[in-house]
């Protein structure tokens, strides 16, 4: 079978598990962009034995946990309340939960943890790499499963016979798990850099799953594997490292017994580690390795990549729930949200008023309208053209900016290059959207001379303010060996050169502008470790890393 129909394969049996125990696995995560592979699955929730809710990213608290009955309660002499979408055990589908901000993640991954028998079912649109689904909820949920190119000819018949499935969920709490399985399965887990213990739990609850739908009571070792190739893949870090077996010692052969009936499954005390390891290695990310980033180093979490601050307000952006305020002449009330404050205190203010007319409306009633918007980030590349970083890493150094550059634009954020080399700093490139200039720029980058250090913080921390006063967010990565010998006034002194350099990577750390200091020289230098911890800037040696290397681990600090 080719390899797109063992991912539809593995799909639709991560399905059929999720039907045996909804409440136990939580839940999948589906990153597939519209098609027939993706529109064909969905139609197979129906096996699910829940009721399906609909959420959307930009649901609110009153839609999702319920709240007062606004007409009702008006209209009558009592507080009438309304249920919420997730009042009662169903299977919550999340569209667009690339989208899906913290707050609604912590919410949902409350609801998950409650243990009242909710699934939830993410639907992760997301089309780059910076785009996913909440890692707060994927972590929760039992399956992750991707289904992008995927073709119509790929898709065979599933196979969802309700009879079966029921027989399965009776039997499923007769399956019993031992501490060899637990064990196995932890261990397992670490081998392959899951840090998380709900990841060996729900492999666990899927080989309680798939030994019930096979109509046994026991597990196997066969049961392990399947559940842990379905739920490790998505969430190793690292791959096995091999282990050095010394050879065994001759001993003499023990007299074997007979095989007893019912023996023909492996023990659970004798589960083959290697099989489960194998079974884990063939479904892993074709890019885990790329994934892969130094030590030190973190990858974004949320969102995407190109984001720039968050900007609450009260005039534009996207809606949050409305806080209790006074009106100041600028902020605009919610009227709705106001009169829903008010409406359960209105009966008590009518005996305490028997001669007011219409709706008595107090200050602590008062609810103001909130927005968010996001700024455009601005990347500031701050690149060292000096000698002693044209002798070592300036190749290095053009490549990874190039690399960067070319994300920075597929994100619509916009860049900017400062280069500092001789006696002084120079902006050749102002922010801009535009790629060919950028590169050109670059390209034509010469090397040789002092290093004003000093210089090139100063240049780079007055574009950061400019730029943040015309409401872009500037983030500034540094590629530097550190070796400032030119003072802010251009003379030689290697001494004030850098006293210079860090009274400047100060401001810039008061000023709170986000940063990064890469140390592109042959070993570490113990003054630019100094010198970033000044800036309040994560500091990043990689003396033996090629552009790619460099870019990818500029990309995931900033990104952190």
Not at 352 to 358: C, E, F, I, M
Not at 446 to 453: I, M
Request: with cysteine.
């Amino acid at each position: 079978m080719s390899e797109a129909g063992d991912r539809w394969d593995a799909a639709c049996l991560a399905l059929r598990l999720l039907a045996v125990d909804p409440a136990g696995l939580k839940g999948l995560c589906l990153r597939a962009r519209s098609g027939p592979a993706r529109q064909t699955f969905l139609t197979q929730l129906d096996a699910l034995p829940l009721p399906r809710v609909k959420l959307h990213p930009t649901i609110t608290d009153e839609q999702l946990f319920g709240g007062i009955d606004l007409t009702a309660t008006l209209a009558g002499e009592k507080v009438v309340f309304n249920q919420g979408l997730i009042s009662k055990p169903g299977m919550m589908v999340l569209t667009m939960a690339e989208r899906a901000g913290p707050d609604l993640a912590a919410k949902l991954a409350q609801v998950l943890d409650g243990d009242k028998g909710h699934c939830l079912v993410m639907l992760d649109e997301g089309a780059e790499a910076g785009e996913h689904a909440p890692p707060a909820l994927a972590e929760r949920l039992g399956f992750h499963v991707e289904l992008d190119g995927l073709s119509a000819r790929d898709l065979t018949p599933a196979l969802f016979d309700q009879d079966v499935l029921a027989k399965a969920r009776a039997r499923l709490t007769l399956v019993p798990a031992g501490t060899e399985e637990v064990t196995a399965l932890v261990l397992l887990a670490a081998r392959f850099g899951i840090d998380s213990l709900r990841a060996p739990l729900l492999a666990l609850r899927a080989a309680r799953a798939h030994a019930a739908l096979d109509g046994r009571e026991r597990l196997t070792a066969e049961d392990l594997a399947l559940a842990a190739s379905l739920v490790y893949p998505s969430r190793a870090t690292m791959l096995p490292a091999e282990e050095d077996h010394p050879p065994p010692e001759a001993a003499p052969p023990a007299p074997q017994e007979a095989p007893q009936d019912g023996d023909s499954d492996t023990p659970s005390g004798e589960i083959p580690d290697e099989m489960l390891i194998e079974a884990v290695r063939a479904l892993l990310p074709a890019h885990l390795l790329d994934q892969l980033v130094p030590a030190g180093t973190t990858r974004g979490a949320s969102g995407s990549g190109g984001a720039g601050a968050r900007h609450k307000g009260n005039r534009r952006g996207r809606p949050l729930p409305s806080r209790h305020g006074r009106l100041d002449g600028t902020s605009r009330i919610d009227l709705v949200a106001t009169l829903r404050a008010a409406a359960p205190w209105q009966p008590m203010r009518r005996k305490a008023s028997p001669l007011a007319k219409g709706l008595l409306i107090r200050p602590s009633d008062i609810r103001l309208k909130r927005y968010e918007e996001k700024s455009d980030r601005l990347l500031i590349f701050l690149v060292d053209a000096s000698g002693s970083a044209a002798m070592s890493r300036l190749g290095e150094a053009k490549g990874a900016v190039e690399i960067l550059l070319a994300e920075a634009y597929a994100r619509r954020d916009h860049v900017a290059l400062i280069t500092f080399r001789g006696v002084a700093a120079e902006v050749l490139l102002p922010p801009t959207r535009s790629l060919v200039q950028t590169k050109r720029r670059l390209a034509t980058l010469p090397g040789g001379g002092g290093t004003p250090l000093a210089s090139g913080l100063k240049a780079a921390g007055e574009l950061a303010l400019q730029a943040r006063s015309r409401g872009l967010s500037p983030t500034l990565a540094m590629l530097t060996d550190g070796r400032a010998n030119i003072t802010l006034d251009g003379s030689a002194d290697r001494a004030r050169a850098a006293v210079d350099a860090e009274n400047l990577a100060r401001l810039i750390r008061a000023q709170g502008i986000p940063g990064l200091v890469l140390d592109m020289s042959a070993r570490p230098q113990d003054a630019l470790r100094v010198l970033a911890a000044q800036m309040g800037a994560p500091y990043l040696p990689l003396p033996r890393a090629d552009a790619k290397r460099l870019s990818g681990a500029i990309s995931s600090a900033l990104e952190g």
